[in-house]
């Protein structure tokens, strides 16, 4: 078992509190995806769990053992970095089997693990070249190899796709979700980048400023963001937040009770009508099989995401009702209200 239990889990910076008593549980062989914007405490928490920074205060267990105090070595983990770190005066063989190096596996065994990881992730023709001969697309696929190589309890994975084109993040991405899940490693994934949250974790636990603001199924926290900080993150284009009450009315819907303050509707969930609320559609953009409006009431943007078909022309006045089942309404403080 390599569960990782997170508790009360506090860092402090020369008087900045970065992480705010972080509760987390990740199950056995569970893919968790750290997101959040620059300086949520994302890479922080990341690096307690790797023994590389020392939590201030708060416990933190793998597989029902506790971490606190223990190194990086002694954690059973592996970590794969923005940075690939993969040493040019090496053999990619070498590369990959530096960790098992390190612990001291023998040399017959550390050459099948190297050559094991090696063909699950295509790289086995490469074993003999530098790094300097290879693309960044396969440094990459180098430096995960390394990481489970080691056959660690947990992986920690900190941006690992981020310098890599958009073609290639997809596809790894896509390789990353079913090599994982057939070697069921516990994974930890940190990012900023919301489309890789969605299509890799099991569960999404979405950090602003030092804390946990929701921890759910990546379809959870979709329709039903926590608050408006997590629907305004997620979605690209994000959700609208409406508190002008006569707008809310001209889109057919009303908040079920007063602490109701602000609707909050995803742009795929207005629907273009023959009567509701009239929106100039300032901005039209075309993204292929859909098509995103853009218009304005007051303060208020308002998007419209529709099929491409029929075409809508910028400058023309369009009406639309929202679908009343997808409505969700969040108070004063910004937090859902109902769900």
Not at 56 to 78: C, H, Q, V, Y
Request: charge should be neutral.
């Amino acid at each position: 078992m390599s569960d990782i239990q997170i508790n009360s889990v506090r860092k402090d910076f020369k008087g900045h509190q970065a992480l705010k008593s972080i509760h987390l549980a990740v199950k056995d062989q569970e893919f968790c995806v750290l997101l959040g914007p620059s300086g949520c405490g994302k890479t922080t928490l990341m690096r307690i769990v790797a023994g590389l920074e020392t939590e201030t205060s708060g416990d933190i267990f793998i597989g029902g053992k506790k971490m606190n105090g223990l190194p990086p070595r002694e954690r059973n983990i592996a970590m794969v970095f923005q940075n690939y770190a993969v040493f040019p005066h090496m053999t990619i063989a070498q590369n990959i089997g530096f960790g098992l190096k390190m612990k001291q596996v023998p040399e017959a065994q550390a050459k099948k693990q190297v050559q094991e990881a090696a063909v699950l992730m295509h790289i086995e023709h490469l074993l003999e070249r530098y790094a300097g001969q290879l693309s960044g697309g396969q440094r990459q696929r180098v430096a995960v190899a390394r990481a489970l190589a080691v056959r660690p309890d947990v992986l920690l994975m900190d941006e690992p796709l981020s310098n890599l084109d958009a073609l290639l993040r997809l596809e790894m991405r896509s390789e990353l979700k079913g090599l994982l899940r057939d070697l069921k490693t516990t994974t930890i994934y940190v990012t900023h980048d919301q489309t890789e949250a969605m299509s890799l974790a099991d569960r999404i636990a979405v950090m602003y400023g030092g804390e946990i603001v929701q921890y759910d199924a990546p379809p959870k926290v979709y329709t039903d963001p926590a608050s408006s900080f997590v629907g305004g993150f997620i979605g690209n284009p994000p959700m609208n937040f409406i508190s002008n009450t006569d707008v809310q009315r001209s889109l057919g819907v009303s908040a079920p009770n007063s602490n109701s303050k602000t609707l909050g509707i995803r742009p795929e969930d207005l629907e273009l009508a023959s009567d509701g609320l009239e929106l100039d559609a300032k901005v039209v953009e075309m993204l292929g099989a859909s098509q995103q409006i853009n218009s304005k009431i007051g303060d208020e943007l308002i998007r419209v995401s529709c099929a491409a078909t029929p075409s809508i022309v910028a400058g023309s006045k369009i009406r639309v009702r929202a679908r009343a089942t997808q409505v969700r309404w969040y108070d004063a403080q910004g937090k859902l209200v109902n769900a």
